[in-house]
């Protein structure tokens, strides 16, 4: 996760990091990816039913509830053993998370045990009721996936009237007071959308905007050659970039990161280095701090089945289900040598991976992206745009 305008447009100092020492505990959420502790951020995919069709879901989700979820007692469970070891949030993911009736049960269950308690939805059954019922459990945030405007966003999502059905359930959070923010992952079809979107966030004051780097995974595995080109990504980081910028100029601070490819991060410092040499190295020591891509140390994924996986990508390699041991055993035991590389995987990257100067910046990018195009998890990952000049070969 690359804070574009923490980074670009200076909202966040290195200062503002250290004055927490960096520990997960005391860092407020905005800068928790900076901490140098990395406990995980759980990502867990609480059902895997969804009302949508989205062609690009990573979970394969399915119109119908699975037999296999865990209990409303077996996440309660799961969310004690999370606090035990200190993770600071849990992002209650699906399929559709609205689905799931216990789901204000839970989410509240998490925030009395301390952690902060967000949803991944696609929006559509936010009604004015569950709005103020989440409200009122403390929900800390709700990010609603968007795939563009009206039409794009309908014909991704599968379904007529997706588009017209988040908007309410955006009106409906933002009226009962819930922090929201829009999800949107970026390809081929829907990349001229981006200036919509920035338009939308403008209209609707928006906070908060995460644009995803598509991952080749789940159903998105058939999007592998619709994904940008290299000067596509290019470009599209650069439209961010400057989209952010106009936006904090009018005095309108929105929060925008972009997600799933780190190499932004290194893009962001040599831009910069042109633009703002005194700014590029503060970038640069937070840069430092992020470390880039944490699949296996500083997230973590639990499927709707109680499996653990490196992140919500990686569900063909489970390292244990927690109806077995708890989640706070698995993640820790490195008797797994695929978790064990991923807690060092700097160590493990080959080809222009290994020989790039950013390394310690990108963390090696996203493996489970090159494992779906090479076979080799530790391949150099293809949606890397940065030039071999650029990277020091």
Not at 154 to 163: E, L, T
Request: aromatic share 8%.
């Amino acid at each position: 996760m690359i804070g574009i305008s923490k980074l670009y447009c200076a909202t966040v100092e290195p200062s503002d990091a250290l004055r927490y020492e960096r520990q997960s505990g005391n860092l407020p959420s905005h800068l928790l990816q900076f901490s140098a502790d990395k406990k995980p951020v759980v990502v867990w995919n609480i059902t895997r039913q969804c009302n949508l069709k989205c062609i690009h879901c990573y979970a394969h989700a399915k119109t119908r509830q699975t037999a296999d979820e865990l209990t409303t007692d077996e996440g309660k469970g799961l969310i004690d053993d999370l606090a035990s070891i200190g993770a600071p949030v849990i992002l209650f993911s699906g399929g559709e998370p609205m689905m799931r009736e216990d789901l204000p049960e839970l989410a509240e269950y998490a925030v009395k045990k301390g952690m902060r308690a967000v949803i991944s939805t696609n929006g559509t059954l936010i009604t004015p009721e569950a709005a103020r019922q989440l409200k009122e459990i403390g929900l800390s945030y709700v990010g609603i996936s968007l795939d563009g405007m009206r039409g794009i966003n309908d014909k991704f999502r599968g379904v007529d009237g997706a588009f017209d059905m988040a908007m309410k359930g955006i009106r409906n959070a933002q009226s009962a007071g819930i922090k929201v923010g829009l999800r949107f992952t970026i390809n081929r079809f829907n990349v001229n959308e981006i200036p919509e979107l920035f338009d939308l966030l403008e209209e609707m004051n928006i906070p908060r905007i995460c644009f995803y780097h598509l991952v080749y995974a789940g159903r998105g595995s058939s999007l592998v050659n619709d994904d940008l080109s290299h000067e596509g990504t290019r470009n599209a980081v650069d439209l961010i970039l400057d989209r952010t910028k106009q936006l904090h100029d009018k005095g309108k601070p929105t929060e925008v990161l972009t997600v799933d490819n780190h190499a932004d991060g290194p893009y962001i410092y040599m831009r910069l280095l042109n633009e703002n040499p005194r700014r590029a190295a503060e970038v640069l020591e937070l840069l430092e701090m992020n470390e880039g891509n944490s699949s296996g140390r500083g997230i973590g994924c639990i499927s709707w089945n109680g499996e653990v996986h490196a992140d919500q990508f990686w569900r063909h390699h489970s390292f244990g289900n927690i109806r077995n041991q708890p989640f706070s055993k698995i993640w820790y035991d490195l008797s797994d040598p695929l978790l064990k590389k991923l807690k060092e995987k700097k160590k493990h990257v080959t080809g222009r991976c290994a020989q790039c100067r950013w390394l310690d910046l990108c963390g090696g990018n996203f493996r489970v992206r090159a494992e779906a195009v090479s076979g080799d998890l530790w391949a150099p990952d293809p949606a890397c745009y940065l030039t071999d000049a650029e990277i020091g070969i």
